[in-house]
């Protein structure tokens, strides 16, 4: 492991962000496991924006993006150098760009309302899955190129996969008005919240592990360790 890479991954602020991740998800999941109690289960989760409850769920959504968002800015500088690296964390910047318009722009309350924020909202929902499934494909055959990120290679290609087919049928089913279209769509932003969750969790396997790569670079040096 080059030094460079050490010294980035063994950076505290790497750690808080990973951890921060993880802390945001678990509110994300406890706030939409809240929502789905105290005001029902609707066909569309993006309907829990015109529950009496929607500031709620303008907290988990503006979480979950804050998530995503900060394991990406974290696992950027120490990802794989590949060409596909880039063209992953594009695909992702892309679709944050898309969540955010899904949150600004809620959707409508019913379906003969016909507004700007609501077909704004149904236009921006099918890009941004795509987007997050090419996304987490490409990042998967990228962590191939790295030992440090192959483990999570076949999990990330995965996730991107089930996200792209979890989209298709959230499309067939609300052409359908089919019901287990609310059931696709959780395992949907399931899958999404799985990635970010795991990406924070190898950032920080790898934290630990340069720290044990850069104690062992001492020892051989005869250096002392640095007190706590």
């Not at 993006?46 to 529950?51: I, L, M, Q, T």
């Not at 089930?162 to 049928?169: Q, S, T």
């Not at 924070?200 to 020892?219: D, I, P, T, V």
Request: cysteine-free; proline content about 5%; overall charge positive.
């Amino acid at each position: 492991m080059p030094r460079t890479l050490v010294h980035r991954l063994r950076d505290a602020r790497l750690r808080w962000m990973a951890w921060g991740t993880l802390a945001g998800l678990a509110e994300v999941v406890v706030v939409v496991v809240v929502l789905n109690f105290a005001v029902g289960v609707p066909w569309h989760m993006s309907e829990f924006a015109n529950s009496n409850l929607n500031w709620l769920w303008v907290v988990a959504i503006a979480t979950l993006l804050a998530s995503g968002a900060t394991v990406a800015w974290a696992a950027a500088p120490v990802l794989p150098r590949h060409p596909l690296s880039a063209v992953g964390l594009l695909l992702l910047a892309l679709a944050g760009i898309g969540g955010l318009t899904l949150l600004l722009f809620p959707v409508d309350a019913n379906a003969q309302s016909g507004t700007l924020a609501g077909a704004v909202h149904n236009g921006a929902t099918i890009p941004t899955f795509v987007a997050l499934g090419f996304g987490f494909w490409v990042l998967g055959a990228a962590f191939r190129a790295s030992p440090l990120w192959a483990s999570l290679a076949p999990a990330s290609r995965w996730i991107g996969r089930g996200v792209l087919a979890a989209g298709v049928l959230v499309l067939v089913a609300d052409v359908q008005g089919a019901a287990w279209v609310a059931i696709v769509q959780r395992v949907l932003v399931g899958l999404v919240a799985l990635w970010f969750a795991l990406a924070a969790w190898r950032l920080l396997e790898l934290g630990a592990l340069a720290s044990r790569r850069a104690l062992r670079r001492r020892e051989r040096r005869g250096e002392e360790p640095p007190q706590a």
